[in-house]
């Protein structure tokens, strides 16, 4: 196994493979000149869910915050492009381009991004790429709704283009998932994993940790599952990927207007931050080292935060994981079950 480089390049060490230092080394390791930063740029591309409109369910996840539901259909191809001018235009304030060598990535965030006709997802998807300094695009979507014609455009884009696509599982126990009102569950991302790495598209898998009636073994079961190999039946041979790309691992957000906010209002996912830094270490020490991490922590804003209330500290939560992994002296995938022997990591 290729060993795992941890960058220390912001002159911290990190001990989890973090996606922001895993770009700077692919980009290296592509000989092309490295951007400084590679920006997401969170795009509402006007779609819906069909957890929302009644095609799957109605109401959507307990935990899905309710604003903006299907309001937005119509939403035009212009407004992506004015979106993503808009947000670039702040940011080169924030990071100019004499000073700064700044490229981005479209994050087509918001509901379920491949939930539209596919003629419709192309001119969304194509304008996003067209925007200045736009190099690759990340899809965010439900395992249920990536039917043959939009894995077809998927894989014609990842031939292009830097591509990721981000699937909502948030727990491979279906008990939890119908308690939340899902409308998915593991069957659905198994074959959702299977179609699009065997195509060659990079997977994030997003979990939330503290879900109600999941005990903290059920959780770990949840990374492990989703962090073992993937067989992927269509093109055994290929070179598909083995494992997920990515993982997004965080805490459960209880916010206002949500389905858990008037289920379960007094619902508190963590007693303490000290709870749920030392579950997600846990976690971590079970991923492989290749896996890279998109967010380890929630980001709720604070207006609409119920529980648990010290979730929207995100730069504490984050320097108290770093610091806890030194004093441990642990890092991501120490107890990683891998095929190709023990897990060699190397810092920098
Ligand atoms: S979390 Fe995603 S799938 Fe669930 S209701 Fe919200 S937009 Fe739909």
């Given at each position: 196994?290729?060993?795992?480089?941890?960058?220390?390049?912001?002159?911290?060490?990190?001990?989890?493979?973090?996606?922001?230092?895993?770009?700077?080394?692919?980009?290296?390791?592509?000989?092309?000149?490295?951007?400084?930063?590679?920006?997401?740029?969170?795009?509402?591309?006007?779609?819906?869910?069909?957890?929302?409109?009644?095609?799957?369910?109605?109401?959507?996840?307990?935990?899905?915050?309710?604003?903006?539901?299907?309001?937005?259909?119509?939403?035009?191809?212009?407004?992506?492009?004015?979106?993503?001018?808009?947000?670039?235009?702040?940011?080169?304030?924030?990071?100019?381009?004499?000073?700064?060598?700044?490229?981005?990535?479209?994050?087509?965030?918001?509901?379920?991004?491949?939930?539209?006709?596919?003629?419709?997802?192309?001119?969304?998807?194509?304008?996003?790429?067209?925007?200045?300094?736009?190099?690759?695009?990340?899809?965010?979507?439900?395992?249920?709704?990536?039917?043959?014609?939009?894995?077809?455009?998927?894989?014609?884009?990842?031939?292009?283009t830097f591509l990721w696509v981000e699937l909502g599982l948030q727990t491979i126990h279906d008990s939890t998932a119908e308690a939340m009102n899902l409308c998915h569950g593991r069957a659905d991302y198994d074959d959702a994993v299977r179609r699009l790495t065997s195509r060659g598209i990079r997977v994030v898998t997003h979990l939330i940790l503290g879900l109600p009636g999941e005990s903290r073994e059920m959780m770990l079961e949840s990374v492990r599952y989703t962090c073992s190999s993937i067989s992927t039946s269509i093109d055994p041979d290929s070179s598909s990927p083995r494992r997920i790309f990515g993982l997004k691992l965080h805490m459960l957000n209880v916010v206002r207007g949500s389905g858990m906010a008037a289920a379960m209002p007094d619902y508190v996912p963590f007693d303490s931050m000290e709870e749920y830094i030392d579950l997600l270490i846990t976690a971590l020490e079970l991923v492989p080292p290749e896996i890279t991490l998109h967010r380890i922590s929630g980001d709720a804003p604070r207006a609409t935060l119920i529980a648990p209330e010290w979730s929207y500290k995100k730069r504490t939560i984050l320097n108290n994981i770093h610091k806890e992994m030194r004093r441990r002296d642990t890092w991501q995938g120490r107890f990683a079950e891998t095929s190709d022997g023990p897990v060699k990591s190397v810092f920098y």
């Open positions: 196994m290729k060993p795992i480089i941890f960058d220390t390049s912001d002159g911290q060490q990190l001990r989890i493979n973090m996606i922001s230092p895993w770009f700077r080394r692919h980009y290296a390791e592509l000989g092309l000149d490295s951007p400084a930063k590679i920006v997401k740029l969170s795009l509402d591309g006007g779609f819906t869910c069909p957890n929302r409109d009644g095609s799957k369910g109605t109401g959507g996840c307990l935990f899905c915050s309710e604003s903006g539901s299907g309001d937005m259909a119509s939403y035009a191809v212009s407004d992506i492009t004015e979106a993503l001018d808009g947000q670039i235009r702040l940011l080169s304030d924030k990071w100019p381009s004499d000073k700064y060598h700044v490229k981005y990535l479209a994050y087509f965030q918001s509901y379920t991004n491949t939930y539209a006709p596919v003629d419709e997802l192309r001119a969304k998807f194509e304008a996003a790429l067209e925007a200045p300094d736009v190099v690759g695009i990340a899809i965010a979507t439900r395992p249920d709704c990536i039917p043959d014609d939009v894995l077809d455009l998927l894989s014609e884009l990842n031939k292009r």
